[in-house]
């Protein structure tokens, strides 16, 4: 993963509202793999919470998607985009409380 230093990370966070459902888990993977597809986003990671406990950790979140953009206007262009529009497969799953976003700009090298 290589990043310019104008580089943009939107980093969102995703609780299942039935956490133990494995049909709802991969209905939101591949939900994110489609969303995935805009033609803004650099490069995207879909993970889980690691199998590590310290108390510093958080593991409640069943779903982490970072996404990549080449800058800021690129990510402002994604959150118009049609695709990224197209949320109600999330809400049905997650729910609108249910995700956290994490904007991210990169300090200059």
């Not at 995935?36 to 690691?50: C, L, M, N, Q, V």
Request: proline share 4%; net charge neutral; glycine share 4%.
């Amino acid at each position: 993963m290589i990043i310019n230093n104008d580089g943009f990370i939107h980093h969102v966070f995703f609780w299942l509202k039935n956490p133990e459902s494995k049909d709802d888990l991969q209905q939101l993977i591949e939900g994110l793999k489609n969303l995935s597809k805009a033609s803004t986003i650099k490069e995207f990671h879909i993970g889980k919470p690691a199998a590590t406990n310290r108390d510093v950790i958080d593991r409640s979140w069943s779903v982490s998607w970072l996404l990549l953009f080449d800058n800021k206007e690129d990510q402002d262009i994604y959150q118009t985009d049609p695709v990224h529009l197209n949320l109600s497969m999330i809400v049905r799953i997650c729910g609108k409380k249910y995700w956290f976003t994490i904007p991210l700009v990169l300090f200059k090298r």
